[in-house]
């Protein structure tokens, strides 16, 4: 494809991505957006997005890099930028589900609205996934029913428009739905955390009431008249009034709050009902927006409507997920949770596998629950009796510091919920053995690296800055304990076997350069020798994905891990100084490293006095008078 030629469907950008079809447009801050398939990753989907927008195309060039190191299961993972056809081009992964702006269409459909209990787990999911952006600084921008996608594998919300997302403090991007978004938002104030909570709580309040969020009044509790109004208990009644509240001794500031204030609300007693609504029939590439689309009932969708429905997958797997909660009886859950932590073992009579006392009468959502964390044990092939002495310590552990409302059965559940989505990022060899791992299955990639002049102490803090998204809090360095531990080592598993290790010897007087490659997701180990008396003056160059640590000879840190840059060691560092960079991109990328040894002053040593070969004032000798 030349830059000046339009870009349209079969397209080939970067000789490897061919353009499918327009999911969206009109959107500045997302700009048009594109199914298209990787043609060097086995014609696998992916999305791009096509920013034309200056002011769209600068941001999120600045925060393109900071989304490619980000990991989280409901946030797609974000990939190449390039620039074609004077536009921006950024990748994403493909989310394959329905968002749940389709949801609500199709229970609308059927004259049915989501119910309390679906609404109340949606919240707790998705919380998750807001805590983390905000944790980095970030606030999404753009939350409402057609951003949110209920992805097909395993039913968690998704996160997919990332067009918005910025920095705390900044300007709020202008766009956002009127009546989902505060209307500090809308006026373009500094953006804050609180806006997404408020765009959550109307979210909540849309799938509640199936009305659009402009004919609800989310400040006003009195004034909610339909039905399901009437099934709020007062405690999630008074959640969603503190989600939509604009004055900010009311409202909630961090996500965190909002999930402890979940996390004591009951379930209902009513059976949740999941009706199987006649949704109509779409054509595949009926997602272009810039066509008007009928449906098979005869009704000409809306531009908005249109707009959902290219916002990612396709109406099917609302059919398919429909069908199955209709086919799940609790029967099966129940029989699930009735088995052992291994599945050759005799059912418990004690406790169940997520480690409860059985009861003899639970809530439909609380069973609902124990169901879908069964079925994604099952799947997972996790251990159970060690994935519920994890969870009993982490709810342990905040308790503790405070950061829980409740130890009740509700947490412990919400709990679990977060730790399966970290432990689905490790592989399934790995994740099987958890709970059965110990030292000798990563010691001997340790002695490995230890053979090549590596110190112990930085394999461990390499291994626990590679453990950070498993492990938040890694205890400086060291090795935590269990059940923890298991985790400490599976990610040792990982990261030590994609190490390599490059020996350089810095040389007295003279500059040594390097050029290296550090794999995608990857680090390089650097020893160098510095000659004795010297002192070692360092630079290293890549790209913003890459960071550094600088370690003595002893494995003591020198420099924490920060940005790649120039420094000058003292002589006390000894030799080899250690080196670790480390690649938060999504492809391989070359480091620059270059060194120079200068040799440190020597003290002064004391100048001794010669004496004149003739003295000037000789000295007659006693006996012979002589001079």
Not at 168 to 196: F, I, N, Y
Request: charge should be negative; hydrophobic fraction near 40%.
């Amino acid at each position: 494809m030349t830059e000046s030629s339009p870009a349209a469907e079969g397209t080939v950008l970067e000789e490897r991505y061919r353009l499918i079809r327009v999911l969206a447009s009109g959107e500045p801050a997302q700009g048009t957006v594109w199914l298209a398939r990787d043609g060097a990753n086995g014609e696998i989907p992916v999305v791009l997005h096509q920013l034309e927008d200056p002011e769209a195309r600068a941001r999120l060039q600045r925060l393109w890099p900071l989304f490619r190191s980000m990991s989280h299961p409901q946030i797609p993972q974000c990939g190449d930028q390039f620039t074609e056809a004077d536009s921006l081009w950024l990748v994403r992964t493909w989310q394959e589900g329905a968002s749940y702006g389709q949801i609500l269409r199709a229970r609308a459909a059927a004259q049915q609205t989501l119910s309390v209990d679906e609404v109340l787990q949606l919240l707790r999911q998705l919380l998750p996934a807001l805590s983390f952006l905000h944790g980095r600084g970030l606030v999404h921008g753009h939350l409402d029913l057609d951003t949110v996608i209920r992805r097909q594998s395993d039913g968690l919300p998704v996160l997919i428009a990332l067009g918005a997302v910025q920095f705390r403090g900044e300007s709020a991007v202008l766009g956002a739905r009127v009546g989902v978004a505060p209307e500090a938002q809308l006026q373009g104030d500094p953006c804050e955390a609180w806006m997404d909570l408020h765009a959550l709580g109307a979210l909540a309040l849309g799938l509640l009431s199936g009305q659009p969020p402009n004919a609800v009044d989310t400040q006003t509790a009195s004034s909610w008249s339909w039905p399901q109004a009437q099934s709020l208990s007062n405690a999630f009644r008074t959640v969603l009034l503190r989600l939509l509240s604009n004055d900010s001794q009311q409202r909630f500031s961090t996500a965190q709050e909002v999930v402890q204030a979940l996390a004591v609300i009951p379930a209902s007693t009513a059976p949740v009902e999941t009706p199987q609504p006649q949704l109509p029939t779409l054509e595949a590439d009926s997602a272009s927006t810039d066509q008007p689309s009928v449906q098979a009932s005869g009704r000409r969708l809306s531009r908005a409507e249109l707009r959902a429905q290219g916002a990612e997958g396709n109406l099917w797997p609302v059919v398919l997920v429909l069908a199955l909660s209709a086919v799940i009886g609790s029967g099966i859950g129940w029989y699930l949770f009735a088995r052992g932590a291994s599945g050759d073992r005799a059912p418990s009579t004690q406790r169940d596998v997520i480690g409860r006392t059985p009861q003899t009468a639970l809530p439909p959502l609380e069973r609902d629950q124990r169901q879908q964390l069964s079925s994604r044990l099952r799947a997972l092939q996790i251990n159970r009796t060690w994935f519920q002495s994890l969870i009993d310590r982490s709810l342990t552990l905040r308790s503790a510091a405070g950061s829980v409302g409740s130890t009740n059965e509700t947490a412990w559940l919400a709990l679990a919920q977060e730790w399966v989505a970290r432990l689905e990022q490790l592989p399934p060899g790995v994740r099987r053995r958890l709970g059965s791992l110990g030292d000798a299955d990563w010691q001997q990639q340790e002695q490995v690296l230890v053979a090549q002049g590596i110190s112990p102490r930085v394999v461990e803090q390499l291994v626990s800055a590679a453990a950070r998204d498993l492990l938040p809090g890694d205890g400086e360095g060291q090795p935590p304990r269990e059940p923890f531990r298991q985790l400490w080592i599976a990610s040792a598993m990982q990261s030590l076997k994609d190490v390599s290790v490059e020996q350089v010897s810095a040389r007295s007087a003279k500059a040594t350069n390097r050029s290296m490659r550090v794999a995608a997701g990857g680090a390089r180990l650097i020893t160098i020798d510095v000659p004795t008396n010297h002192q070692l003056v360092l630079g290293i160059n890549g790209t913003p994905l890459m960071a550094m640590t600088v370690f003595d000879a002893a494995g003591e840190i020198l420099q924490e891990r920060g940005p790649l840059r120039v420094l000058t060691l003292p002589q006390s560092a000894g030799s080899p100084i250690q080196v670790l960079v480390t690649n938060a991109g999504m492809s391989s990328a070359l480091l620059t490293l270059a060194c120079r040894a200068d040799p440190t002053e020597l003290p002064q040593q004391p100048r001794l006095e010669t004496l004149p070969e003739v003295d000037p004032n000789p000295v007659p000798d006693s006996a012979t008078g002589a001079f």
